[in-house]
């Protein structure tokens, strides 16, 4: 089946520094990411849907600067962290659509962790 | 805009106990309905999903039904596992390529033997 691999699995860094995360479709085409950000006991919420080739159109409240998202490929996904601060800490989930089987693949997420 | 509601947890249940999770949504047009799972420290995993209306989806021993006259794609299982201890989030596209999953806010279960 589809499968949506994503690093790291976990990261700490340090307040001020960037952190990237991946996410990459392994055996289909993702025309479609979306980069989802999740609270401790709470449910998923989107930050940002990415095209492949275009800009990422970012939901109300996220600061597109802080959240650099990149999606140069069909099978790959990029979020940015830019200068983190420890409020940045959360999980991170990515979600690719899959052209053909207009399905949903979500990878494993991301726990970063900002001190 | 279209949303989902699922029932507040957490659900406490006993091992082979029956087990329902209700779930509405509003949508303006004919959403495909999902569950997913999530296990602690992990990403979504897809449950089972119905793409239109009177649909049951099924996995594992879990089920849902799509009802469009009561907006509803509740999720039982007739027996649960220690195993099946976690979250579950119900969740709807809407039927334009490209959007997102929009989800509920996830109900935590928990099940002892």
């Known amino acids: 089946g589809a499968v949506v691999s994503q690093h790291p699995s976990r990261v700490i860094c340090k307040s001020g520094t960037s952190v990237k995360i991946e996410c990459r479709s392994l055996?289909?085409?993702?025309?479609?990411m979306f980069w989802y950000r999740q609270f401790p006991k709470q449910s998923l919420m989107l930050m940002a849907t990415s095209n492949e080739g275009s800009k990422a159109t970012y939901e109300q409240g996220v600061e597109k600067d802080k959240f650099l998202i990149n999606h140069a490929s069909l099978t790959l996904s990029t979020l940015t962290v830019t200068s983190a601060h420890p409020e940045d800490s959360s999980f991170y989930i990515c979600?690719?659509?899959?052209?053909?089987?207009?399905?949903?693949?979500f990878g494993s997420g991301t726990r970063l962790t900002v001190v | 805009g279209d949303s989902v509601t699922q029932m507040e947890g957490p659900v406490t249940l006993s091992e082979e106990a029956f087990l329902t999770i209700n779930c509405t949504y509003t949508?303006?047009?004919?959403?495909?309905l999902f569950w997913y799972v999530q296990y602690p420290g992990e990403g979504l995993q897809l449950l089972l999903k119905?793409?239109?209306?009177?649909d049951k989806g099924s996995n594992k021993g879990f089920e849902a039904t799509y009802r469009k006259e009561t907006t509803s794609f509740h999720l039982e299982k007739g027996s649960v596992q220690v195993s099946d201890s976690a979250v579950y989030f119900c969740?709807?596209?809407?039927?334009?390529?490209?959007?997102?999953?929009?989800f509920g806010k996830g109900t935590t279960l928990s099940v002892s033997s």
């Open positions: 055996d289909f085409q993702a025309t479609t």
């Open positions: 949508a303006t047009g004919y959403p495909s």
């Open positions: 119905a793409t239109k209306a009177d």
């Open positions: 979600s690719a659509r899959d052209r053909e089987r207009l399905g949903y693949t």
């Open positions: 969740a709807l596209s809407e039927p334009e390529a490209g959007t997102a999953l929009i």
